[in-house]
């Protein structure tokens, strides 16, 4: 039995309305309106003009929001195929070829290096239950994903304790059993 296709909406910016539709696929929890609402006004003065990595991209709700708002460049990193190759439909139906990247490569195992960029607004999104952020912090570390004042947007289960050396949190909420925290770099 195939899947219907889900659909996820754009909240603000350019194309504020727009739907998009991309496969539905288990374990996949696009990040819903109104925490993109949240989240995008803690950004409010950040996105224009930013450098942003959507890591665990899924629907690419969080990079595709960002362009909508006007950053500079996105890159998406995407290990689901069927996702993948939606995202990059997406991006050249809205003609962002020029502002976004979809890379099919698991998060966690990407060379970064071939990127050769300083991320401005790093979308930590990863699957739960999977113990994956520590292995992210390490490896964002690792490749100097980020700079001083850098922003890191974390969506993890409500139960797990989250503590990066080098981030100071600057805001935090929970929605059911998900909290959402905007951390920035201090290191």
Same mark, same amino acid.
């Given at each position: 039995?195939?899947?219907?296709?889900?659909?996820?909406?754009?909240?603000?910016?350019?194309?504020?309305?727009?739907?998009?539709?991309?496969?539905?696929?288990?374990?996949?929890?696009?990040?819903?309106?109104?925490?993109?609402?949240?989240?995008?006004?803690? #950004?409010?003065?950040? *996105?224009?003009? !930013?450098? $942003?990595?959507?890591?665990?991209? +899924?629907?690419?709700? @969080?990079?595709?929001?960002?362009?909508?708002?006007?950053?500079?460049?996105?890159?998406?990193?995407?290990?689901?195929?069927?996702?993948?190759?939606?995202?990059?439909?997406?991006?050249?139906?809205?003609?962002?070829?020029?502002?976004?990247?979809?890379?099919?490569?698991?998060?966690?195992?990407?060379?970064?290096?071939?990127?050769?960029?300083?991320?401005?607004?790093?979308?930590?999104?990863?699957?739960?239950?999977?113990? #994956?952020?520590?292995? *992210?912090?390490? !490896?964002? $570390?690792?490749?100097?994903?980020? +700079?001083?004042?850098? @922003?890191?947007?974390?969506?993890?289960?409500?139960?797990?304790?989250?503590?990066?050396?080098?981030?100071?949190?600057?805001?935090?909420?929970?929605?059911?059993?998900?909290?959402?925290?905007?951390?920035?770099?201090?290191?």
């Amino acid at each position: 039995m195939k899947h219907q296709d889900r659909t996820l909406r754009i909240i603000g910016g350019n194309w504020r309305g727009r739907k998009i539709t991309f496969p539905q696929h288990d374990g996949i929890r696009p990040t819903g309106d109104r925490v993109r609402e949240t989240l995008f006004n803690w #950004l409010m003065h950040d *996105v224009e003009g !930013s450098i $942003c990595l959507d890591m665990f991209s +899924g629907t690419g709700a @969080l990079g595709l929001e960002a362009l909508s708002r006007g950053a500079k460049k996105v890159i998406f990193l995407e290990k689901n195929r069927d996702l993948y190759e939606r995202l990059k439909t997406v991006i050249e139906k809205l003609s962002l070829s020029e502002r976004a990247k979809v890379i099919h490569a698991d998060s966690i195992m990407y060379s970064y290096e071939k990127l050769n960029l300083e991320f401005d607004i790093i979308f930590l999104d990863p699957p739960f239950r999977k113990g #994956l952020l520590n292995t *992210v912090y390490n !490896s964002l $570390c690792k490749n100097k994903l980020f +700079g001083k004042d850098s @922003l890191i947007y974390v969506e993890a289960e409500e139960d797990l304790e989250l503590s990066f050396m080098l981030w100071k949190e600057i805001k935090k909420t929970k929605v059911g059993q998900t909290q959402f925290v905007l951390y920035k770099n201090e290191g």
